[in-house]
């Protein structure tokens, strides 16, 4: 029993044209796309990561040991003239007071009790101060 098609019917091509039709309109229509613009990096005296360093040649150990022997010797030098410079403004102090006190040259120089001390006592080692007292509060340097 076959039963004609009726004329309200859709067939199956005339269908799928509609729906095909139906997602055409749906779709969102692409805007226009510019080209990328290519970003202009700015040269820098830095490497690139993954780029290589080219040849260095490895300092012998007998001049790379002369060389850190070498800073160690310089920043000596720099500590000792630090050192002394701090000294002479201990010796400066003694123009304003006659006698003066461990506290007082931590105080003036922002140092340790211990830092204090250990000044006082190279000074008094170079014959330019004297200790008056043995030990507490009582203990002061003048100038000799």
């Given at each position: 029993?076959?039963?004609?098609?009726s004329?309200?019917?859709?067939?199956?091509?005339?269908?799928?044209q509609?729906?095909e039709?139906?997602?055409?309109?749906?779709?969102?229509?692409?805007?226009?796309?510019?080209?990328?613009?290519?970003?202009?990096?700015p040269?820098?005296?830095q490497?690139g990561?993954?780029e290589?360093?080219?040849?260095?040649?490895?300092?012998p150990?007998?001049?790379?040991?002369n060389?850190?022997r070498?800073?160690?010797?310089?920043?000596q030098?720099?500590?000792?003239f630090?050192k002394?410079?701090?000294?002479?403004?201990?010796?400066?102090?003694?123009l304003q007071?006659s006698?003066?006190t461990?506290?007082e040259?931590?105080?003036?120089?922002?140092?340790?009790d211990?830092?204090?001390?250990?000044y006082l006592s190279?000074?008094?080692k170079e014959?330019r101060?004297?200790?008056v007292?043995?030990?507490?509060?009582?203990?002061?340097?003048?100038?000799?």
């Open positions: 029993m076959d039963i004609p098609p004329n309200s019917t859709l067939t199956e091509a005339e269908n799928e509609k729906t039709e139906k997602q055409a309109e749906n779709k969102p229509h692409p805007e226009p796309v510019s080209e990328p613009v290519q970003a202009i990096e040269s820098t005296a490497m990561r993954n290589p360093l080219g040849e260095v040649k490895p300092e150990k007998s001049q790379a040991r060389s850190v070498e800073i160690l010797a310089k920043a030098q720099v500590i000792q630090r002394r410079k701090k000294l002479d403004k201990i010796m400066a102090l003694f007071h006698k003066i461990n506290d040259v931590e105080k003036f120089l922002h140092v340790s211990a830092t204090a001390t250990r190279i000074l008094e014959n101060i004297k200790q007292g043995k030990t507490g509060k009582g203990v002061s340097y003048s100038r000799i």
